[in-house]
């Protein structure tokens, strides 16, 4: 079967045949095809070699093509590459085990997979409300959870909303520690939850989804405390806590495998997808046993969910993490880059704001440090001459203001000197 590579017969094709709704989400000004990945490495169909600092959107967690994580999804799939959950299959069975066995002690989880991470948040908001009976949730203003009807209602951010979305979801302000409505502080982020459950809701709510790192939001950790009391009064009144781990999990943080750790919490459900195969499509809702039993009479299928291809990716990721001691990586390579970073902030105005953990960071721009204004004109230039440096990032945040990264677990030191010279460069190239 034939293949045109080159960038104008591949930009042609998508202006003519992808939908309007699919051909918006591109980062750069030009088109970019890529043609080959290695680990933290892409090459475009000029040979031209980048970083990947995206991750092709935090999917690839252990690396492009890594080895043994395709070794055993040809395996599988050479032999059975689909098979329905109405079957049974052993690959999928062991592997919700495994992820089980990541979940904190002292709980019965169970393992629901799914096709995708907004198909797993849209589960976990049925799940909630079935069993608790109550239909108002609670989300963060600033959140992203995913694209679908029901995810896009979570959603705080206008540019991923869309008209006729679902209701009975009552946002509350972000604990952005860096431009937060209260500031560096935790308590009164707190009562705001208060606040909305009694004036915005019916008193009782189904829970709160909470991203243990808001990803497409701008890198935005939930300060020490957050998580926990969130949890304490999401609880009282009635509702679950569910974390959203679907960009911040499978170590990626360094410090923790499940970012929710940190503040040691034990989540109602936990939402998990795109470096959970390393881009072989699939995600999961892991929840306490008995909340997913009021669903039981109820049929509740996805089609490609529990794929043994994918899941069989997915064990292969998880021997990956172990073996390869990924997320020490990530901490340590996460604390090198973040350095490099912030002295790069010290040299160029522009930059407001490094934050970050592990290899989920962030450099969010702004047209004065005082007031802190954001700055997309200058994160878009920025990026763009990103690309001739040969760095794959993205552009985050509600005003698109923020460069964020969060590359395959497998970047190395010696990457960072390149990363960081990169973005001096860009940031030079300004001048």
Not at 332 to 358: C, N, P, S, W, Y
């Amino acid at each position: 079967m034939n293949i045109d590579w080159t960038t104008k017969g591949t930009a042609a094709r998508r202006d003519q045949y992808y939908a309007a709704s699919q051909k918006k989400f591109v980062p750069f000004s030009d088109p970019l095809v890529f043609k080959k990945g290695e680990m933290q490495y892409l090459w475009d169909t000029e040979g031209q070699k980048y970083i990947d600092l995206l991750g092709m959107n935090v999917c690839v967690s252990v690396g492009h093509s890594h080895p043994k994580v395709v070794s055993a999804a040809m395996q599988q799939a050479q032999s059975l590459t689909h098979c329905t959950t109405m079957f049974h299959h052993p690959v999928p069975a062991h592997f919700a085990q495994e992820l089980a066995k990541t979940m904190p002690k002292g709980n019965d989880w169970v393992v629901h997979f799914t096709s995708s991470g907004s198909e797993a948040i849209d589960l976990a908001m049925a799940m909630a409300r079935t069993y608790t009976g109550n239909a108002d949730l609670l989300a963060l203003r600033s959140g992203y959870h995913g694209p679908t009807y029901g995810a896009q209602s979570l959603t705080g951010i206008a540019g991923f909303r869309h008209p006729g979305m679902p209701g009975n979801v009552a946002f509350v302000p972000e604990p952005n520690q860096y431009r937060g409505i209260f500031g560096a502080t935790l308590e009164p982020y707190l009562n705001e939850i208060d606040i909305t459950i009694s004036s915005a809701t019916t008193g009782k709510i189904a829970g709160i989804f909470v991203e243990s790192v808001q990803g497409y939001g701008g890198i935005i950790e939930m300060p020490p405390g957050y998580m926990r009391g969130a949890a304490e009064r999401v609880r009282a009144a009635g509702g679950l806590y569910i974390a959203d781990e679907v960009q911040s999990g499978f170590g990626r943080t360094g410090d923790h495998f499940w970012a929710f750790e940190r503040d040691d919490l034990v989540p109602d459900i936990v939402v998990m997808a795109k470096g959970i195969a390393n881009g072989f499509p699939l995600g999961a809702v892991v929840c306490k046993q008995e909340i997913s039993l009021p669903m039981e009479d109820k049929f509740m299928f996805h089609t490609y969910g529990a794929n043994p291809t994918s899941c069989a990716a997915g064990r292969a990721v998880l021997q990956v993490i172990a073996e390869d001691r990924v997320q020490d990586n990530a901490r340590l390579v996460g604390i090198a880059l973040l350095a490099r970073l912030k002295e790069l902030q010290q040299k160029h105005t522009a930059i407001g704001d490094v934050r970050g953990r592990g290899l989920m960071l962030a450099i969010e721009m702004v047209h004065d440090r005082g007031t802190k204004e954001p700055d997309e004109a200058t994160t878009a230039a920025v990026f763009e001459h990103c690309r001739t440096q040969g760095l794959i990032l993205s552009k985050s945040g509600p005003n698109r203001s923020v460069l964020r990264m969060v590359p395959p677990m497998c970047l190395n030191l010696k990457d960072v000197e390149v990363v960081a010279e990169g973005l001096d460069r860009a940031f030079n190239s300004l001048k």
